[in-house]
């Protein structure tokens, strides 16, 4: 069994299955991927996501503001902290920091940050990490006292083995995305040898970086078994003690067993 540990299930154009999210599951559990965390990315949105994925028990939900979203210049402390208590939401995010695509922002995306890292603290629910070009002040805000506890994952993760390193010092997961699996991504395949097995997550970020070989199509948790095989391929291990490890680790990090 596998786990997609972040996906969008509400971004994806589900015309192709005439509206209906039941084709994409049954996709998933066809090539082994049994359960799927569906992110939360923009308050607006929240409900509707939630809406979408009620009738599944093997989709679990989190909830968060990207940093990337217009919504954290005026974050709704309050309605995110609704959507954070709710008994299904199992990890606090998507949150983090973006200096690549909107630098302008960094000052309300750092502040909208704590806020969720306090939240995830004070439920004691984990968080979701999105950091790109900000490898100095999202360490920084995972080092702050006040923001400890809860622990998280550092999705999609693209960055180096330093800062990878430092995260896993502190506590927190590393999750790999199909971008492992693409010809120009040699460096951070490096990165994938050196993170312990027992520390690691896979996942699609699904509808989003499709992996090889399905580029050109929309990305869907079914190909959450492409980046497990990359895995094993790049550490010498087999495609089932990836994704025995990796659902093991997703299960103890999200308390779900």
């Avoid at 312990?196 to 970020?205: A, G, I, K, N």
């Avoid at 970086?209 to 990305?219: E, M």
Wanted: aromatic share 8%.
């Amino acid at each position: 069994m596998l786990v997609d540990s972040h996906c969008h299930l509400d971004r994806l154009d589900l015309s192709p299955y005439d509206g209906a999210l039941e084709p994409v599951i049954e996709n998933a559990r066809e090539a082994g991927v049994e359960r799927m965390l569906c992110v939360g990315t923009d308050l607006s949105r929240w409900a509707t996501m939630m809406a979408l994925i009620a009738p599944y028990e093997s989709v679990s939900a989190s909830a968060g503001v990207h940093p990337m979203s217009k919504e954290v210049a005026t974050l709704d402390v309050e309605g995110l902290e609704r959507a954070v208590a709710d008994p299904r939401v199992v990890a606090v995010g998507e949150t983090g920091l973006d200096y690549h695509y909107t630098p302008d922002t960094a000052n309300a995306q750092r502040a909208a940050f704590r806020t969720h890292l306090e939240l995830a603290a004070r439920y004691r629910k984990p968080v979701i990490i999105h950091t790109r070009n900000a490898q100095e002040d999202t360490l920084a805000l995972l080092r702050d006292p006040g923001h400890g506890g809860a622990g998280g994952v550092l999705h999609c993760f693209t960055e180096s083995w330093e800062m990878a390193r430092q995260a896993l010092d502190l506590g927190y997961h590393i999750s790999f995305s199909g971008i492992i699996t693409f010809r120009n991504a040699a460096s951070l395949r490096e990165v994938v040898k050196q993170v312990p097995l027992d520390r690691m997550l896979v996942e699609t970020d699904a509808p989003y970086l499709t992996p090889v070989p399905f580029r050109g199509r929309s990305n869907e948790p079914c190909y959450t078994r492409q980046v497990a095989e990359c895995v094993a391929d790049v550490k010498g291990l087999s495609y089932d003690e990836v994704a025995e490890a990796t659902t093991r680790n997703f299960d103890q990090l999200f308390a779900l067993r």
